[in-house]
């Protein structure tokens, strides 16, 4: 038997599939029917309109529709924040500008880590190491 602690509310419990106790995952899943029953009567409620309604936290709001058991379809004006800067989108995890951003830092940083040659950078007492070079040494 494994057991550990609720991730929720920290008790002890016998985790057999969830990282989360029986009791805890009953509040979810009501919480998860009152989000979906209000955006069934309420198909145009933003998600800040949802949360007060229904007193769900905007974060289990929006893990509710990462794992897609809220779907985006047919409520036109609900979305959720990125994770970066917390401007509200409807897909993905990241807003385009902050993905973009993402991307030109990693571009940067892969550009300016590498040497312009190996070969250069040996020659100039760095450390780089050719294939070549180990042969050479063996004979």
Known sequence: MD???????GK????????????CHADLEKEYESCADYL??????????????TGVSIKQITRFIREGR????????????CEVCGILIRENNMCDGCRGRLQRDVRQATS???PT????????????YRIGDRLRDRN
């Open 117 to 128: 040659s190996a070969s250069q950078e040996y020659r100039n007492g760095g450390s780089a």
């Open 70 to 81: 809220i779907s985006l379809y047919n409520a036109p004006n609900l979305s959720y924040p």
């Open 3 to 9: 057991l550990a602690n609720c991730a929720r509310c």
């Open 40 to 53: 069934r009567q309420h198909k145009g409620a933003t998600i800040q309109v949802l949360s007060e309604e």
């Open 12 to 23: 002890l419990f016998a985790r057999h599939f969830r990282d989360i106790c029986q009791n």
């Open 112 to 114: 300016s880590d590498r």
